[in-house]
């Protein structure tokens, strides 16, 4: 029941707190998708939010030996993908009873496909933003030949002014430092150009005010990178940018890598950084594959304490 006391979590297991109806194709891809997870993963426990019939139809294809590993709360609100950001605040949709049962201490962490704006309403107003930052960032990795790159943001906001670009550079950061080890991370701006001065005013004021600036995990400030430079890995382990020019270029990444056929194009899961709680966003489009993906980062976080740890580090250099 929402508001009562959650029993303790044993050691070395991950609840995941999933939303049925969040996606495209939900239910259908969510369950598929919740089986694949509880499959591959014995320690993994799943709080189904969402309708209960949706939800019996997981347990009973499971084994009689791991159901008691799956529960549920119920919800029957989905949030469409064409429904105002604001709907993420209502107590009766899948996304905010979601995060209301990670918030209660029920999961450890959620995953949803549904519209990011929902889920960041729901996520903000169920974990609250981590110390100085004031809009969370939705962060994806993509592959580049000289290893993954942390892209962000990549639709959380669409918001572009220095002040986010600056804070979603300490994200970044903080988590490629905290989750992808590295020990040194470089952080880049996506622009138009290398060239001191190159871009629009965000993006000119956002290199300024990076430029010499201490950052997390003793990440360092790279400069400028162009979107090709993304692809290499060469530059920069972290490129920031704003919400609606990282959510194309996400895509159209995507998309040439599924044409190309070169290489298994990458899970379409984010994760969204900057507020006190672990969520991964799933793409709208997401295959159970890719549903099952964004259940196992959720659990891998959790298992990392990757947002106590970015806190840290936020904190050590505010």
């Given amino acids: 029941m929402p508001g009562a006391s959650a029993p303790p979590a044993e050691p070395g ?19 598929d998708g919740a089986l694949r997870s509880c499959r591959a993963d014995s320690d993994l426990h799943l709080l189904l939010v969402g309708p209960s019939e949706v939800a019996d139809e997981i347990i009973h294809a499971l084994p009689p030996n791991d159901r008691d590993r799956v529960s ?3 919800a029957r609100r989905a949030v469409g993908m064409s429904d105002s950001p604001v709907s993420g605040g209502r107590a009766d949709t899948t996304v905010r009873a979601a995060a209301a049962a990670v918030a209660e201490g029920h ?22 933003r981590l110390p100085g930052i004031r809009r969370p960032a939705l ?41 992808m080890g590295l020990s040194a991370p470089r952080l880049g ?34 400069g400028l990178v162009e979107g090709y430079e993304i692809s290499t890995g060469e530059l920069a382990d972290v490129v920031v940018t704003d919400g609606f ?13 599924g044409a190309a056929a070169l290489e298994e194009p990458p899970p379409r899961a984010g994760v969204l950084l900057g507020i006190g709680g672990t969520v991964v966003v799933c ?6 594959a890719d549903l099952a993906s964004g259940i196992a980062l959720a659990a891998d976080l959790h298992r990392r304490a990757a947002t106590a740890a970015m806190c840290d580090l936020i904190r050590s250099e505010s």
């Fill in 283 to 288: 793409h709208g489009a997401a295959t159970g």
């Fill in 139 to 179: 962060a994806a990795i993509l592959p580049a030949a000289h290893g993954p790159v942390l892209l962000l943001d990549v639709g959380a906001s669409i918001e572009s002014s220095p002040a986010t670009l600056v804070q979603h550079g300490l994200l970044g950061a903080a988590y490629a430092s905290a989750v």
């Fill in 245 to 257: 020019t990282g959510n194309v270029l996400l895509k159209g990444v995507e998309g040439a890598l």
């Fill in 13 to 31: 297991t991950a609840r995941i707190a999933v939303d049925l109806l969040g996606g495209d194709s939900a239910p259908a891809v969510v369950v």
């Fill in 72 to 74: 549920v709360r119920g």
């Fill in 107 to 128: 999961a450890d962490a959620m995953t949803s496909a549904g519209p990011s704006g929902a889920i960041v309403t729901a996520a903000v107003l169920g974990f609250g």
């Fill in 189 to 222: 701006l996506l622009s138009i150009g290398t060239e001191p001065g190159k871009g629009d005013h965000p993006r000119r004021a956002a290199d300024v005010e990076l430029t010499g600036r201490a950052l997390p995990g003793a990440a360092r400030y790279a």
